[in-house]
């Protein structure tokens, strides 16, 4: 097994006439010892079945057949995702059968062909990286664990816990459905093209979300704590309880102060509002 360097990266790019675009969020990893650490980092082995989304040219694939036991590769471009069996052939042939390519918007994905699987390994795109991480979380619940490289400060804003100045919705709702953590760096000068940002590892396992708890309507409640930071939680939740003062209410129940704002609270709490507003908060997704 061979792993793709800058030169197969550029070449396989050519061959197919593919040129990296902003709108895709297409940036292809050209370094292998990168593609090795993020394998190291995600902790899978010889039993996972591991989701890909956006495998690109392939070189994450190649380093995660290394050491997994099937690869379910996602991917919204249809040349690339017509070319990575025939670059898995050449570069692993002994491991081509141990691949499935689905030409798919992972936004769009409810199923998925061969062994459930039981990871998430991937480059994501940095313009979509939240909503597909969200989406995946929701809707391939045989996902136990995961790491993701993403834009440094998506990933620190999906790591960050209350009081930090980019504690938010991405913070929250990624908290619904697992215990995540950073798990490093990635510079910009192991991409063609190069980002003008650097990358972050998050790693994450999944955990059971609150107990007794709908999940449509907290979400509705973290997007309006958080659709105007500087105010405060009765301000910002009046919206959707119908009126300031059945805001307080409902916060006061939940022993939450009124002035409070949304970057002071963990999900626990999120929780316990959510209950007190009851059928006063209209759930949305």
């Not at 061959?15 to 940036?27: F, M, S, Y």
């Not at 380093?63 to 017509?82: K, P, S």
């Not at 998050?202 to 509705?220: G, I, K, L, N, Y």
């Amino acid at each position: 097994m061979r792993l793709l360097g800058p030169g197969d990266v550029r070449t396989l790019a050519e061959e197919l006439d593919v040129v990296p675009t902003k709108k895709r969020g297409q940036n292809f990893v050209i370094d292998a010892n990168t593609v090795r650490r993020i394998v190291r980092a995600a902790e899978v082995g010889p039993d996972d079945v591991v989701l890909e989304v956006g495998p690109g040219l392939g070189s994450l694939t190649l380093a995660l057949l290394e050491q997994v036991r099937h690869v379910v590769a996602v991917e919204v471009d249809g040349r690339l995702a017509e070319a990575l069996p025939a670059t898995i052939a050449a570069y692993a042939p002994e491991r081509a059968g141990d691949v499935d390519v689905v030409h798919a918007d992972a936004m769009q994905v409810r199923e998925l062909p061969g062994p459930d699987p039981t990871a998430v390994v991937a480059n994501l795109p940095y313009n979509v990286s939240v909503p597909v991480l969200l989406h995946l979380f929701e809707h391939v619940p045989t996902i136990e664990r995961g790491l993701v490289m993403v834009q440094a400060e998506v990933a620190d804003r999906l790591t960050a816990g209350p009081g930090s100045k980019v504690y938010g919705v991405p913070s929250l709702k990624a908290g619904w459905y697992a215990d995540v953590r950073p798990a490093g760096r990635v510079g910009r000068t192991v991409f063609w093209p190069a980002p003008n940002v650097d990358s972050g590892l998050v790693a994450w396992t999944r955990r059971e979300p609150p107990a007794d708890a709908d999940r449509a309507r907290t979400f509705a409640v973290i997007d309006a704590a958080f659709a105007q930071r500087r105010k405060t939680l009765r301000a910002a939740l009046s919206s959707i309880a119908g009126g300031a003062d059945r805001a307080e209410a409902a916060l006061v129940a939940a022993g939450v102060s009124p002035q409070a704002r949304g970057e002071q609270l963990d999900l626990d709490a999120f929780v316990a509002i959510t209950r007190a507003l009851g059928d006063d908060v209209v759930a949305s997704r």
